[in-house]
């Protein structure tokens, strides 16, 4: 298998796009600025709605463009949700702070879109839908991610990517362990709470 897509997918994940629009939004390193996580949720509420919207269509770019190298590098699903898994590993573990990113749901979000339009969309409704009832936006993505796989089988049918998309909502989730318990305690910000 062609490596050189997986490489590129990682370096690419791993352009903190948060960190830039926080900086640049309000002069703000995010890290260290309401809930400290490099995300579009975070840039929100510290440096204002722009930054935030940048933000995420950044982040959903570059899981796109790396699930695209795939293809472009002549291989397969295969290739595709392993460059688009490597963004997202970029973008969680980034090289340019110290492997501390964010959680990946904007940069998974644009890796299926590629590859499974109508699933993510389905993905994306199950969030829309319980961010607005709760305001909870982790609540929304943890329940976006969960439903993804089985959209992806239902509307695919393709094995290799139900299973990428299971791994990367693995580890989407896992990287929402804390947001578990401060919902659990009644301490998870809402969406529109300002840092």
Same mark, same amino acid.
């Given at each position: ?10 370096? %690419? ?57 795939? @293809? ?36 998974? @979000?644009?890796? @299926? ?8 969309? *389905?993905?994306?409704?199950? @969030? ?19 439903? %993804? ?23 989407? %989730? ?8 401060? *919902? ?6 809402? *969406?529109?709470?300002?840092?």
């Amino acid at each position: 298998m062609t490596v050189w897509p997986l490489v590129v997918g990682y370096v %690419l994940g791993s352009v903190p796009f948060a960190y830039v629009a926080g900086r640049i939004g309000r002069g703000v390193d995010i890290r260290r600025a309401g809930s400290g996580n490099v995300g579009a949720t975070n840039v929100l509420r510290t440096a204002g709605v722009w930054p935030a919207v940048a933000t995420t269509v950044l982040d959903i770019g570059k899981g796109t463009a790396a699930a695209w190298l795939g @293809f472009v590098a002549g291989g397969g699903p295969e290739l595709a949700v392993a460059s688009g898994a490597a963004a997202v590993l970029g973008h969680v573990f980034p090289i340019w702070l110290g492997l501390k990113g964010g959680k990946g749901v904007a940069t998974a @979000f644009g890796v @299926f879109a590629l590859l499974a339009p109508l699933a993510t969309a *389905l993905a994306a409704g199950v @969030f829309v839908a319980t961010v607005w009832a709760s305001r909870y936006v982790s609540l929304g993505s943890m329940l976006g991610l969960v439903a %993804l796989p089985p959209a992806v089988w239902w509307t695919t049918g393709n094995g290799v990517v139900t299973a990428g998309s299971a791994a990367v909502a693995v580890l989407v %989730l896992l990287r929402h362990r804390g947001n578990v318990l401060r *919902l659990r305690a009644g301490a998870e910000r809402h *969406l529109g709470d300002r840092a």
